[in-house]
DNA sequence: CAGTGGTCTAGACCACACT
DNA sequence: GTGTGGTCTAGACCACTGC
């Protein structure tokens, strides 16, 4: 039995099913019916989802499958083991896993620092996308989106100013002062307020010299030369949900990398 | 069964064992095994290691369990499986995986550009480490490392500069002429002729103005900002056997990455 | 065809967390 | 103790490669 899910002869199972791609592995299919559920928010950020028997009755496969199946969303940072808990959908309000996009730390080993020290939302409105924006966001030139400019400091020192633009739609109701008077990271707030969790991403680098605002905004000497950061953030499914332009200051600052 | 390997009544195993980490899963013995293989050079980049089943019996444990050790190894690009012919110890050379620590990429849609055009050797000499040098490759202070400069160049622009370190005694009778007359990743160089298999990287990244010297030999007109990575690439056991300082030209490529 | 890695199952037992 | 994820085994079968 190795054709589709579930087997024809047992149609009682209580997942339904329609969208399955093709041909593939048990626990590929099984992999995809949990991401479902979790695109669907059946499960929400933070809370456990079933144990890895329930799944397997569910499905109608081997418990071993479901743990293939849960294996590879938690290597993905889509699902969190625990063990004797059991496994939890991943949130960026977790602890361990805070500001895990923000790759600039701190050269001195004051470790991550925690995420930034202060945050001041500079400006934040609803405006028309213009070309560019609507093609990283997968929009139509013209289409509602939320920009958001803000500079973070550490120490007391302004050393990222960042631009964003979210779509208009997903993101209906967010403002400045909603932005302002929360603590902790973005993603956390998008995931508890708009059920929109980011999933992975990827930045564009470069080495930059500032405008002069933007040089007014860090409060930088002429001449300081910045990283700019480029970065397009996506939920499931693959499906891009943030474009971000930062620029970060790396003198007492680094961007860090992990090549494996 | 769960206590060493091997067994205190089979100590007819082929394999030695002494140097075995305290308690752990058994898998994670015979991957600390394979590891200790790879690295005493008893399978050669490229070569197959011999099939799940010959290692099964050779450590005397289940398949099952020697496919989970080579899955963690696979996942860390150490070992490459391929289906229906066997695993083999990954390379530098692979068409697949060549530059995989070369970050850079092109803006236009080019692919990887397979790697960089022209490479010039501007220097290679062999001198005392510094400080920095040697806290960064391990060695003591004023130990031998050689020392070489390099240029890369895209269509003909001048597009890398790097200063790179290695550890004189590894590297012993590597000199410009042998790096000059390469063609291929240089990490694919050092796999055949000195025995050392890159397996990860840590990259600082900045974003600084070049100095005279600096800019002259990347052709470059005033007040170009340029990226500076630095690296510290490692062996098996990660050992350091690289430092490496880049600087990258911006306007036309970016440091592409993925988070996850 | 034989040999390799890839999938799936069923069952046993271990390690850990809660209560 | 009960329930969770984590390990280990043994065996069956599938998918791919190359002779």
Redesign the interface.
Known sequence: MNTSLPPTDAPAAAESLAAIAAFSPLYQQIKSLILQSLQAGEWKPSESIPSEMDLALRYRVSQGTVRKAIDELA???LLIRKQGKGTFVATHAEHQVQY??L?LVADQGDLNTEGPAQREIVDCKRLRASADIARALALRSGDTVLQVRRVLSFANVPTILEDLWLPGTPFKGLTAERLAEYHGPMYALFETEFGVRMV??????????PDKSQRELLQLPP?T????VE?IAYTYKDTPMELRRGL?R?DKH???????
Chains 1, 2 share one sequence.
């Open positions: 290597s993905g940072h895990r996009f790759k992975r991403a990827e930045e564009k680098i470069r080495a930059v010299l001449n030369p910045l990283l700019s970065r970060y790396t680094h961007y860090h990398n992990d090549l494996n």
